[in-house]
């Protein structure tokens, strides 16, 4: 039978004290002696223990390393010889990206040696993914006024391919110790966000209570209030627990915010910039020139960069700790401040035009509000316009302001209405009947990503009945397809998109429809009409 070794030292250490104390006795010895003998075993027990605390670190840090070493193996083993952009862009920075673990943390954290567990995170939703190209770090917590989070979701995977999905993961860092908080953001993306929970690309965490320190007495700078100063303090840690989870999950990591929009091809454009700085000795890509939004990083660098944020955590805010880092490594202090401005030039290289934009309003600081925008974000056109066929266009549902259907049928402006309710529909009924090529309608838009159609058909009104001999095996589905008012189901949206052709089986068409089929307590927002005549 084996003894764990800090109960075998305790009863070796326990034993001597005993016998050290029977000793002094027996002989008459005077407590002072007996004291030392205490004081020097109860102290070498506290040796030991501590020796035993550090080997069980080392251990589990030894497995990381190793769990490391199989991944970058398997992932060289199962790499094709044909190197496309795309797979170019996942290998770079492959050699030399073994984890250079943190283990200075509890010095700057020395609260941690009290609480081993402190550093890991409460996984609450997640599929593990690991070995992608991009990892994207997105922190949030309660505020007072406006959750800009399912927006932000949206945004980001409003144009995003199948490919792009597979090879990134989105980590969400819910920065609250409140678990029903954490649980009720957690079934929120759920139930937005069902396909992308299970196929892996989401992930949601929180932190244990034990992470952070007591923020009673932390100093006043640059004449910050006291909730301003706690306020900063927390977010760098918050910063930095995210960035050491993101790190050992892919290639790159881009930092966002939870109030944010991103440009539709932002995922493309940054892999084609990053290939493009392949040969440079880059520490941060940016992709917005506001605060930490939109910064990348190679993730083998993340343990030097947060271990510089938490040497000065409580001193000062994220984005200034970031320029000191990128001073202190290449700025000579008897040049001119010209001088370092170019030699940073050279670690921070920035993207043009901004790919992400800040919207929130109501700032994560209790009474804050904060219009902060960037100016170099290219603000695409929230809406596509095509020339359509003459029609007249009717709606059942309420349109918010002069969103009309009529303009968004012209190509003017998107169209735009309050929440549907099942039987609402939005009517195209052409002036001359006409045969149809294709049509195609999206809804939601880079800014309103969320207000897409859901549960709803398109349908065709025929001007003559359809000749079912010359539909030949399609025929039985026509009949099927059939609504008892006439009109004919021929497509359906999927993820707020209907795109379909038609040809010249159907015939002439009197009309076509969009039937929502159930009540949302999303707005409607159409963004794209075609319908594209024969």
Not at 77 to 88: L, Y
Not at 111 to 130: K, Y
């Amino acid at each position: 039978m084996r003894l764990r070794l800090g109960s075998a030292l305790t009863f070796v250490c326990l034993s001597a004290t005993f016998s050290f104390t029977w000793y002094a006795a027996w002989n008459g010895k005077g407590g002072s002696s007996l004291d030392m003998y205490q004081r020097q075993l109860l102290e070498l027990h506290q040796r030991l223990l501590y020796a035993e605390k550090e080997n069980k670190k080392r251990s589990r840090e030894l497995n990381t390393v190793l769990n490391e070493i199989k991944r970058v193996v398997n992932e060289r083993t199962n790499s094709s010889t044909n190197v496309t952009d795309f797979a170019k862009w996942k290998m770079l920075s492959l050699t030399n990206r073994l984890p250079v673990h943190l283990t200075n943390i509890h010095y700057y954290l020395p609260h941690l040696q009290e609480h081993e567990d402190g550093i890991n995170p409460n996984v609450v939703i997640g599929q593990g993914r690991t070995g992608v190209s991009l990892v994207m770090g997105i922190p949030t917590v309660r505020r007072e006024k406006q959750n800009y989070l399912m927006n932000t979701l949206n945004s980001l995977f409003y144009d995003m391919s199948a490919e792009q999905k597979n090879n990134c993961v989105i980590v969400i860092f819910v920065a609250e110790v409140d678990t029903d908080y954490v649980n009720s953001i957690a079934e929120s993306i759920r139930s937005n966000f069902p396909n992308d929970i299970l196929s892996g690309v989401l992930e949601v965490i929180s932190p244990p209570a034990s992470y952070y320190p007591k923020f009673s007495n932390l100093r006043e700078t640059f004449g910050d209030s006291a909730n301003r100063v706690r306020w900063r303090t927390k977010q760098n840690l918050d910063y930095s627990f995210l960035m050491l989870y993101a790190k050992p999950k892919g290639t790159f990591y881009l930092q966002l915010e939870d109030d944010i929009i991103a440009k539709p091809s932002y995922v493309q454009d940054i892999k084609n910039f990053a290939v493009q700085q392949e040969s440079k000795e880059w520490m941060i890509l940016e992709f917005s020139q506001l605060g930490f939004i939109g910064k990348l990083f190679r993730c083998r660098d993340i343990p030097l960069i947060v271990e510089f944020f938490l040497m000065f955590y409580k001193d000062k805010p994220i984005d200034w700790l970031l320029d000191h880092l990128l001073w202190v490594k290449v700025c000579n202090p008897e040049k001119d401040a010209q001088h370092c401005e170019k030699q940073k030039a050279y670690l921070r290289i920035r993207y043009k035009p901004s790919l992400f934009q800040h919207v929130g309003i109501h700032s994560s600081l209790a009474g804050k509000i904060q219009n902060l925008k960037d100016k170099d974000f290219e603000k695409n056109s929230l809406f596509k316009a095509h020339t359509n066929p003459p029609a007249e266009v009717t709606t059942s549902l309420k349109v918010f302001q002069h969103f009309t259907l009529e303009k968004a049928y012209k190509g003017e402006e998107c169209f735009w209405a309050i929440s549907p309710v099942a039987g609402d529909y939005i009517l195209f009924s052409f002036w001359h009947p006409l045969e149809i090529e294709r049509y195609l309608f999206r809804s939601g838009n880079m800014e309103h990503p969320g207000d897409k159609l859901f549960n709803t058909t398109v349908e065709v009104l025929l001007q003559n009945d359809i000749n079912l001999q010359s539909a030949g095996k399609y025929a039985q589905n026509l009949k099927n397809l059939k609504t008892q008012n006439g009109y004919l189901q021929i497509g359906a949206f999927e993820n707020g998109i209907a795109d379909g052709a038609i040809g010249p089986l159907l015939g002439k068409i009197k009309a076509l429809r969009l039937s929502i089929r159930s009540s949302s307590p999303m707005w409607v927002l159409l963004s794209e009409i075609l319908i594209k005549p024969l």
